[in-house]
C-alpha cells in the first residue's frame, strides 16, 4: 500500500498552487460527455483517476485533446461505442459517472463494475435503483453494468449517494424529485433541479 510518511520539525514555507478537486473534475468529464459541443475544462488534477477516464472517454470515441497537465478540450459528438473498455475503469471508482452520462444521452450503455483503490466496499445499489425508478432496464452481466432506457420519466426517489444519476436524470423528460438525507452538508438537489427538463 502507497504512503506518505511525513518527518516534521521544520516550517513550512513556500507557496503552492491548489489543484482542482479529484472527485468534481471526474462528474465534470463525464458531464461533457453529455454534449455535442466542446467544452474547455481547466484547473483538472493531474492525478491517476482523471487520466484515466479521459482515456476511457477517448476510447469511445471522444476527441480528447489534452492542452497541458491541468487543461483538456472533449469533443463527445464523434462518441460511437457505448460499451467502456474494463482496462481502463478496472483501475478506478467512477465508471458509474460515465454510466449514467451515456445512459442519459444515447438510452444505452454498459460499463464494467466500479473498480479503484482497496477502501472497502463499493456498493452501486442505489445507482441502479436510481436508474430503475427512472426508467431504465439494468442487469450486471459478467461484470459489468448493461442499462437501457427507451423511456425515461422522472420520479421521487430517496437516495444516499447521487454522482451517476445526476447527469441521467437531467435528460428525464418529466420532473425529478430526489430526497437527500438530512445529515447531508452539502446537498447536490439543486444540479438536478436546474436541468430538469419539463
Same mark, same amino acid.
Given at each position: 500500500?502507497?504512503?506518505?510518511?511525513?518527518?516534521?520539525?521544520?516550517?513550512l514555507?513556500?507557496?503552492?498552487?491548489?489543484?482542482?478537486?479529484?472527485?468534481?473534475?471526474?462528474a465534470i468529464?463525464?458531464?461533457?460527455?453529455?454534449t455535442?459541443?466542446?467544452?474547455l !475544462?481547466?484547473?483538472?488534477?493531474?492525478?491517476?483517476?482523471?487520466?484515466?477516464?479521459? @482515456?476511457?472517454i477517448? @476510447?469511445?470515441?471522444?476527441?480528447?485533446? &489534452?492542452?497541458?497537465?491541468?487543461?483538456? &478540450?472533449?469533443?463527445?459528438a464523434?462518441?460511437?461505442?457505448l460499451?467502456?473498455d474494463?482496462?481502463y475503469?478496472?483501475? !478506478?471508482?467512477?465508471?458509474y459517472?460515465?454510466?449514467?452520462?451515456?445512459?442519459?444521452?444515447?438510452?444505452?450503455?454498459?460499463?464494467?463494475?466500479?473498480?479503484?483503490?482497496? !477502501?472497502g466496499? &463499493?456498493?452501486?445499489d442505489?445507482?441502479?435503483?436510481?436508474?430503475?425508478?427512472?426508467?431504465?432496464?439494468?442487469?450486471?452481466?459478467?461484470?459489468?453494468?448493461v442499462?437501457?432506457?427507451?423511456?425515461?420519466?422522472? +420520479?421521487?426517489?430517496?437516495?444516499?449517494?447521487?454522482? +451517476?444519476?445526476?447527469?441521467? +436524470?437531467?435528460? *428525464?423528460?418529466?420532473i425529478?424529485?430526489?430526497?437527500?438525507?438530512?445529515?447531508?452538508?452539502? *446537498?447536490?438537489?439543486?444540479?438536478?433541479h436546474?436541468?430538469?427538463?419539463?
Open positions: 500500500m502507497e504512503q506518505y510518511v511525513i518527518r516534521g520539525g521544520n516550517p514555507v513556500g507557496e503552492v498552487e491548489i489543484g482542482g478537486a479529484k472527485n468534481a473534475a471526474l468529464l463525464t458531464a461533457a460527455t453529455m455535442d459541443e466542446t467544452v !475544462i481547466e484547473n483538472l488534477p493531474d492525478v491517476s483517476d482523471i487520466n484515466v477516464l479521459l @482515456e476511457a477517448a @476510447e469511445i470515441g471522444a476527441t480528447v485533446d &489534452r492542452i497541458d497537465r491541468h487543461t483538456v &478540450r472533449i469533443n463527445a464523434t462518441i460511437g461505442d460499451s467502456v474494463y482496462e475503469i478496472k483501475k !478506478i471508482r467512477a465508471s459517472y460515465l454510466l449514467g452520462a451515456l445512459l442519459g444521452k444515447y438510452k444505452r450503455a454498459e460499463v464494467p463494475l466500479p473498480g479503484g483503490c482497496n !477502501i466496499s &463499493r456498493p452501486i442505489q445507482h441502479l435503483k436510481g436508474f430503475r425508478a427512472l426508467g431504465a432496464e439494468v442487469s450486471i452481466r459478467h461484470g459489468a453494468i442499462a437501457s432506457a427507451a423511456d425515461l420519466h422522472g +420520479s421521487h426517489i430517496f437516495l444516499d449517494t447521487n454522482f +451517476s444519476l445526476k447527469p441521467f +436524470s437531467c435528460l *428525464s423528460y418529466t425529478t424529485s430526489p430526497t437527500w438525507p438530512p445529515v447531508s452538508v452539502q *446537498s447536490p438537489k439543486s444540479y438536478i436546474g436541468c430538469q427538463r419539463q
